[in-house]
């Protein structure tokens, strides 16, 4: 006799399979790109280290920083390399952006020249914090399998975004007007991902990217008010969010970002701005 029917014959009904469970919960996980910088004064690097550690939202929040450790004026300098294992011994993530001292595309370079960089960043961090990193983000979203290969034989998984805030450096243009309808837009888009439980659930949480660029004066002034923007677009979005919104714990922060990795190059996640169009 079927499972059904025995429950049936004792009056009882049937455990119904759940359907429409609803998703977990939104964290939101804070990375950083193409930092540290290396100004001797009001460096924007420091200032957000010292919001996130200190802030009406959430105090002590953790965040992925992705750094160039041999850019000519940031990873690369004494200030820099201090403001890494800064980092590190604040509880940060500390991951790999590049080893160059330009922010040179990964998809541009030999195999040869790839994998002799990702070592150089991966002994560059070792050397600074005691710690091999785990995460590394493609300079411009450029990747494909062979760098794919690449991040893996040096230990590393590859994390995008799942929001960004399009504030990377551009000289001249140091602002912008749309910090608010842009991260509408984006989590707009992502809430369909975690609507339909696309998403990873990782220690009862649904972690959601959010990319920003430490090197730029803009956001270290306003990396408050974009923090203030992401809770206000969720609640609009009736997108439930943890009862920490941040993440506060390296390990947290680590497991949730992990879960978040791209590994085939078969994937076809949304990349920022037009970046989809030129390299998918």
Same mark, same amino acid.
């Given at each position: 006799?079927?499972?059904?029917?025995?429950?049936?014959?004792?009056?009882?009904?049937?455990?119904?399979?759940?359907?429409?469970?609803?998703?977990?919960?939104?964290?939101?996980?804070?990375?950083?790109?193409?930092?540290?910088?290396?100004?001797?004064?009001?460096?924007p690097t420091v200032h957000i280290l010292e919001t996130l550690a200190r802030n009406p939202l959430q105090d002590n929040i953790k965040a992925v920083f992705f750094t160039q450790?041999?850019?000519?004026?940031?990873?690369?300098?004494?200030?820099?390399?201090?403001?890494?294992?800064?980092?590190?011994?604040e509880g940060h993530i500390v991951a790999l952006h590049s080893a160059t001292l330009f922010h040179s595309n990964h998809r541009f370079m030999s195999k040869k020249t790839l994998?002799?960089?990702?070592?150089?960043?991966?002994?560059?961090?070792?050397?600074?914090?005691?710690?091999?990193?785990?995460?590394?983000?493609?300079?411009?979203?450029?990747?494909?399998?062979?760098?794919?290969?690449?991040?893996?034989?040096?230990?590393?998984?590859?994390?995008?975004?799942?929001?960004?805030?399009?504030?990377?450096?551009?000289?001249?243009?140091?602002?912008?007007?749309?910090?608010?309808?842009?991260? /509408?837009?984006?989590? $707009?888009?992502?809430?369909?991902?975690?609507? +339909?439980? #696309?998403? !990873?659930?990782?220690? @009862?949480?649904?972690?959601?990217?959010?990319?920003?660029?430490?090197?730029?004066?803009?956001?270290?002034?306003?990396?408050?008010?974009?923090?203030?923007?992401?809770?206000?677009?969720?609640?609009?979005?009736?997108?439930?969010?943890?009862?920490?919104?941040?993440?506060?714990?390296?390990?947290? /922060?680590?497991?949730? $970002?992990?879960?978040?990795?791209?590994?085939? +190059?078969? #994937?076809? !996640?949304?990349?920022? @701005?037009?970046?989809?169009?030129?390299?998918?």
């Open positions: 006799m079927s499972l059904l029917l025995s429950n049936a014959a004792a009056g009882q009904d049937a455990p119904a399979p759940a359907r429409n469970a609803a998703p977990a919960p939104v964290r939101f996980l804070l990375t950083f790109d193409d930092g540290p910088a290396a100004a001797d004064s009001d460096n450790t041999r850019a000519w004026h940031g990873g690369g300098t004494e200030t820099g390399r201090a403001l890494i294992k800064r980092e590190h011994d994998d002799e960089s990702m070592q150089k960043g991966v002994d560059d961090l070792v050397g600074v914090t005691g710690v091999a990193p785990k995460l590394v983000r493609p300079p411009f979203w450029a990747y494909d399998a062979e760098t794919l290969e690449s991040y893996r034989q040096h230990g590393m998984r590859m994390l995008l975004t799942d929001l960004n805030a399009n504030d990377g450096k551009i000289y001249g243009i140091n602002f912008s007007w749309h910090k608010r309808s842009n991260m /509408l837009t984006h989590l $707009a888009e992502t809430r369909k991902r975690w609507a +339909a439980g #696309a998403m !990873p659930v990782v220690d @009862g949480s649904t972690p959601v990217v959010v990319t920003f660029h430490d090197v730029n004066t803009y956001t270290s002034r306003h990396i408050q008010e974009y923090m203030d923007i992401l809770i206000d677009v969720a609640r609009e979005l009736d997108v439930p969010l943890a009862a920490k919104p941040f993440y506060d714990d390296r390990d947290e /922060l680590e497991r949730a $970002a992990l879960a978040s990795t791209v590994t085939s +190059a078969d #994937a076809k !996640p949304q990349l920022p @701005g037009l970046w989809n169009w030129l390299w998918q």
